[in-house]
């Protein structure tokens, strides 16, 4: 890859220069008050961009693997039943991680390439009232899906189920609408190389008072990960630990560029980005992973290659002959689809750049893609929406 090119990874995504700047700190006590000047706004700055007055945000030096373990750990025991879907490549990890915290995970299994399947949830917290916990993946990076939490959560409802509800929103949180107040999200997770457009190394989670409650009877271990010595800490403006200085500045700021554009903002730009990768996608004749309309997410389209044609070779060939990194199938998509990553920075030529660059790579490895095909699909979307791109740009 070449630093010259944006990147088309679905995370880590490409960092505005003030962010990458902001990150970058001299040495700070972090037992000063101007400690806690960067801290409290950065968390309070998080709780809007998830869209919760209640919530309390927990921010660990860590990624978003780490927040599901946050999640977990600080509310369940061994032994524990949670309700699962798998759709992908990061549920299915998430459910891997449950098992070897010895929880009891009932696994709902879907298509790669469908969403959740809110009446399944219903059936099966009906069929055991004793579900401790649901776990719901709102983006599935690998396959390019969005889930409907608010349906998930009105199932849980319907089957009058006492249950948490865990979000992971690592792909969606401050790129795609998210209501953790509105959709009665118990435990929210994402990391800060997304759509925060920071480098990696923040496990950013947000607790419901029910899901903070439940730390005290919760008998997983948890040492660095308890939310309670998080919480004391931040009581007395700082970390039980020495803080990530640099990418909480770094937090904060990025929560005041979201807010400033206005999450409402955000969301259409994403939308708007993505809808022209998916016009490029149409005008290639090729096909995404996620298998309807409803379930096409706005930070990441899987893009499925003609059978008999290894879509990680398409990857590597982009990387190597025009220093540009697509994301490669994952699991059970390997080698089947190529991911165009849209969320974070970014703008319009910038992701026609990236479109035309696909294009090239496809035609370069004899697949029947016409030249110009799919920027001239994605410049007429662009063209028309108007929408303004002014954050993005800087
Ligand atoms: C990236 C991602 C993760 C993993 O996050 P890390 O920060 O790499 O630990 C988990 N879930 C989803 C949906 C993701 O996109």
Not at 6 to 13: A, D
Not at 50 to 74: D, Q, R, S
Not at 210 to 220: I, P
Not at 330 to 346: Q, Y
Request: charged share 20%; proline share 5%; hydrophobic share 45%.
């Amino acid at each position: 890859m070449s630093f010259q090119n944006p990147v088309f990874i679905p995370g880590p995504t490409n960092m505005p220069e003030d962010l990458r700047r902001a990150c970058d700190m001299p040495t700070l006590d972090h037992r000063s008050p101007l400690f806690g000047e960067i801290l409290h706004p950065a968390l309070e700055g998080v709780a809007k961009v998830v869209g919760t007055k209640k919530g309390e945000v927990f921010v660990f030096p860590a990624t978003g693997t780490a927040g599901w373990e946050v999640a977990l750990t600080n509310t369940l025991s061994p032994g524990d039943k949670v309700l699962a879907t798998r759709n992908g490549m990061f549920s299915h990890r998430w459910i891997d991680m449950c098992e070897r915290h010895g929880l009891d995970v009932t696994v709902i299994r879907r298509e790669w390439g469908e969403g959740i399947d809110a009446a399944a949830v219903e059936e099966a917290l009906r069929a055991d009232p004793a579900i401790k916990a649901v776990l719901a993946t709102h983006n599935e990076t690998a396959t390019g899906v969005v889930s409907d939490i608010a349906a998930v959560r009105r199932a849980m409802d319907a089957a009058g189920s006492d249950a948490l509800l865990f979000v992971d929103g690592v792909s969606s949180i401050a790129s795609m609408p998210f209501h953790f107040d509105d959709w009665g999200v118990d435990v929210a997770i994402t990391g800060s190389q997304k759509g925060f457009m920071l480098p990696p190394g923040l496990a950013i989670t947000v607790f419901s008072a029910k899901a903070a409650d439940a730390v005290e009877g919760a008998g997983l271990p948890r040492t660095f990960l308890d939310i309670r010595d998080m919480r004391k800490g931040y009581a007395a403006g700082g970390f039980p630990y020495t803080p990530p200085v640099g990418l909480l500045n770094g937090l904060n700021l990025s929560c005041r560029r979201l807010l400033d554009e206005g999450m409402k903002g955000v969301w259409a730009r994403h939308h708007h980005i993505a809808e022209g990768v998916r016009a490029a996608v149409e005008a290639w004749g090729l096909e995404l992973c996620a298998v309807s309309p409803e379930l096409y997410s706005d930070t990441v389209s899987a893009i499925r290659t003609p059978e008999g044609f290894d879509a990680n070779r398409l990857v590597a060939h982009a990387a190597t002959r025009y220093g540009v990194a697509f994301g490669t199938g994952l699991g059970e998509v390997a080698g089947k689809v190529f991911r165009i990553g849209h969320l974070g920075s970014l703008t319009e030529p910038m992701a026609l750049a990236g479109i035309a660059t696909a294009e090239m790579a496809m035609r370069d490895l004899g697949l029947e893609v016409e030249s110009g095909s799919g920027t001239a699909a994605a410049e007429e979307v662009y063209r028309g929406a108007g929408a303004p791109m002014a954050m993005a740009a800087e």
